[in-house]
């Protein structure tokens, strides 16, 4: 069965200090992962995705992820954050084998709160 | 602009009358969903189209209906609503092939079933 974990409903950071936002994911093939962040009263935006190759996945806004295949991990990381990064931030997978027309499976979510 | 448009935004209604939320998107996308979002569980699938007038069950099918008549379009139905799906409903799509899971959503319809 497929599925996504994300270990910390929130995440408090300083701005200006790294942040890392923690997913693990379990699934039968060889998993697609995404992240997507949500902003208040928005619907969700895709940040970057994992298909293959580097494990090291850059995207949007300056933030990037780290596929750790022996892990089943794929947490999303920046290096210096901003007060503007604060939102809902989902992970997500999908399993290339799985015939449900590419469906995703998301985390329960992480609320990322960066203080000035 | 890209984009995906549904509607209402907010709505409020009694268990039994039959709400239909609007989805159109302008991207040519041969992908659509349904999802509903609810505190601590995430998003949950309730219905897809992988093309005009294929439709299939995601996770939380029940109470719902859908149809794909045209490809920008993909409304959602209750047909009678009841409390427990008082939610937060996105409507998503993408390209498909190795680009779906790259999902563009709408900004989402909040239901409340009273």
């Known amino acids: 069965a497929q599925s996504v974990a994300q270990p910390e409903d929130q995440v408090n950071v300083a701005e200006g200090n790294p942040l890392t936002v923690k997913c693990t994911y379990s699934?039968?093939?060889?998993?697609?992962l995404f992240w997507y962040v949500q902003y208040p009263n928005r619907g969700l935006q895709f940040l970057l995705k994992y298909i293959t190759g580097d494990n090291l996945v850059k995207g949007s806004y300056g933030f990037e992820a780290e596929f750790n295949k022996s892990q089943t991990s794929f947490h999303l990381k920046k290096p210096s954050a901003l007060v503007s990064d604060s939102a809902l931030y989902f992970c997500a997978v999908r399993d290339i084998f799985y015939n449900q027309g590419g469906k995703l499976i998301f985390g329960q979510g992480t609320e990322l709160s960066v203080k000035p | 602009e890209a984009q995906v448009t549904q509607n209402p935004r907010y709505l409020i209604t009694v268990t039994g009358k039959k709400l239909t939320v609007t989805c159109s998107q302008n991207m040519n996308h041969e992908y659509m969903s349904w999802y509903r979002q609810d505190p601590g569980l995430g998003l949950r699938q309730i219905y897809y189209s992988m093309n005009v007038e294929v439709t299939d069950k995601g996770d939380v099918p029940e109470g719902y209906k859908v149809s794909r008549k045209e490809k920008r379009n993909f409304p959602l139905i209750l047909e009678s609503p009841s409390p427990n799906q008082t939610s937060l409903y996105f409507c998503?799509?993408?390209?498909?092939?190795?680009?779906?899971?790259?999902?563009?959503f709408g900004e989402g319809s909040r239901l409340t079933v009273l």
């Open positions: 998503a799509s993408s390209s498909g092939g190795r680009n779906t899971g790259e999902l563009f």
């Open positions: 699934v039968s093939g060889n998993p697609y």
